[in-house]
């Protein structure tokens, strides 16, 4: 049920302050373990399992969202005079975290380094943080997804730890780069290789225990580095949409690709398919093993979500639309005035806005000042004005006693509420639809739109 299932108020990540009489961390002995953190997680996520973390995902999705079919169930008896929501379709994008520096990995195998030295990770192994040397903050994370071992630089990003998840420790040494600060980093799947890309926009590569052999300077702006996920050639993305590959068993460059439709301020990987972000927010999709363009279909099938930075936050998507729900509490209530010599009516509405409809059209237009207005109230939703009615709102559906109300609010989305009336009905003249009044001239139909979900965008 909806009015039982969705509680006001969502589970938040705060960002807290560091605490003062941090002792600094020497470099570390191989027994070195994880420390504390400031950054406060939920516990669901503290165990750092990619159960814990789908599993947060998952309640996190049933908590913000509901299904169209959830938006037809009526409360149970009484709620619905105590209660009464909004729902808008949108990207569904719940926050794993925040104070978030970089990340790695997929909802198979996730990591991010916070602004607070510490690395989150949600992995197969025990190991669900880790602490960098000296207690600054990490700069840049790479891993792969099932690895068990992750690499990580420190604030300044001239030195390159590498982490045993099994073990939960760091690996005594640490990787020198020569040019840093590390722009970007990622490691394979089995952990066994790793790719960086400097400050000099040198792309280095070898194994996870060095040294690190220069490819190529980089042309372009680089977007993202990162492994196949048959982990065996590295892929470097520039602005202009060219893509780098390094076959790494050989270390052979392969022949580059050349994405149309450049510039991009953006880019990731879903399996084997590429995702360019414009910045305008058009995306193109190419797939490396067909060399070609593909509809943002195929990238989900391959990886039907995706964990990206946000607002400074890590937020997860899956590129489908879902609706939003709000809770309102109380009864959804108008406060409607008409003014005679302006021939307005002037609503007071759901959204706390005031807004001014023509008495000739019933359509919204630009407020007036006025000295005559007067207060009126509705018969069964309607509002009468000499010898016409209005209507804000209008009937969705009734199952039993139980009426469903609609009323959509331009950039707000549709706000719904339920009626327990005397008779008796089963009515459902527009099954999966919801009203959009043009016009509140209650002889003026409104238009009934479909709820659809689900669409990739």
């Not at 941090?22 to 420390?35: L, T």
């Not at 959830?70 to 926050?95: C, N």
């Not at 990003?157 to 099994?166: A, P, R, W």
């Amino acid at each position: 049920m909806i009015f039982k299932n969705f509680k006001a108020g969502l589970a938040v990540m705060a960002l807290l302050g560091l605490t003062a009489g941090m002792h600094a961390q020497a470099d570390a002995s191989p027994k070195e373990r994880v420390g504390q953190s400031y950054i406060e997680v939920p516990s669901q996520l503290r165990k750092g399992s990619t159960k814990s973390l789908k599993g947060y995902v998952s309640r996190l999705l049933n908590k913000e969202y509901v299904s169209a079919k959830k938006l037809y169930e009526p409360p149970f008896p009484g709620l619905e005079d105590q209660i009464y929501i909004s729902v808008k379709r949108e990207k569904a994008m719940p926050i794993i975290a925040g104070g978030v520096a970089s990340y790695a990995g997929n909802e198979e195998g996730l990591a991010a380094a916070l602004y607070d030295g510490t690395v989150r990770v949600w992995s197969e192994y025990r190991c669900s943080k880790l602490r960098l040397p000296g207690g600054g903050g990490a700069l840049q994370t790479g891993y792969g997804p099932g690895s068990s071992a992750l690499a990580a630089t420190g604030r300044d990003g001239n030195e390159i730890y590498v982490f045993d998840l099994e073990q939960c420790s760091r690996i005594p040494g640490k990787l020198p780069v020569e040019h840093g600060p590390v722009k970007m980093m990622a490691l394979s799947r089995s952990g066994d290789w790793l790719g960086v890309i400097d400050s000099f926009n040198a792309l280095l590569c070898g194994p996870v225990s060095g040294p690190l052999q220069e490819v190529l300077i980089l042309e372009g702006t680089p977007l993202y580095i990162g492994y196949t996920p048959g982990q065996g050639v590295l892929v470097a993305v520039e602005a202009s949409g060219r893509i780098i590959k390094q076959g790494m068993k050989k270390q052979t460059r392969m022949d580059s690709d050349e994405v149309p439709g450049g510039p991009f301020v953006n880019a990731r990987m879903a399996g084997y398919v590429v995702c360019l972000t414009r910045d305008n927010g058009s995306e193109v999709y190419w797939d490396m093993r067909k060399r070609a363009t593909v509809e943002k279909s195929e990238a989900l099938e391959q990886e039907p979500s995706w964990i990206f930075k946000y607002n400074g936050g890590l937020v997860y998507s899956t590129g489908l639309d879902r609706w939003k729900i709000t809770e309102h509490l109380g009864r959804p209530m108008f406060i409607v005035s008409y003014s005679a010599a302006k021939k307005l009516l002037r609503v007071r509405d759901l959204d706390r806005k005031t807004r001014y409809y023509s008495v000739l059209d019933g359509k919204e237009i630009a407020g007036a000042d006025a000295d005559d207005w007067k207060l009126i109230s509705s018969s069964k939703g309607v509002y009468n004005v000499g010898k016409k009615s209005f209507r804000l709102y209008d009937p969705v559906y009734q199952q039993g006693t139980m009426r469903l109300y609609g009323r959509y609010i331009e950039g707000k989305g549709f706000y719904l509420w339920w009626e327990n009336l005397s008779s008796h009905k089963n009515k459902n003249p527009h099954p999966m639809e919801l009203p959009v009044r043009e016009s509140i001239l209650a002889d003026s139909p409104a238009l009934w739109v479909p709820l659809v979900e689900g669409e990739v965008r």
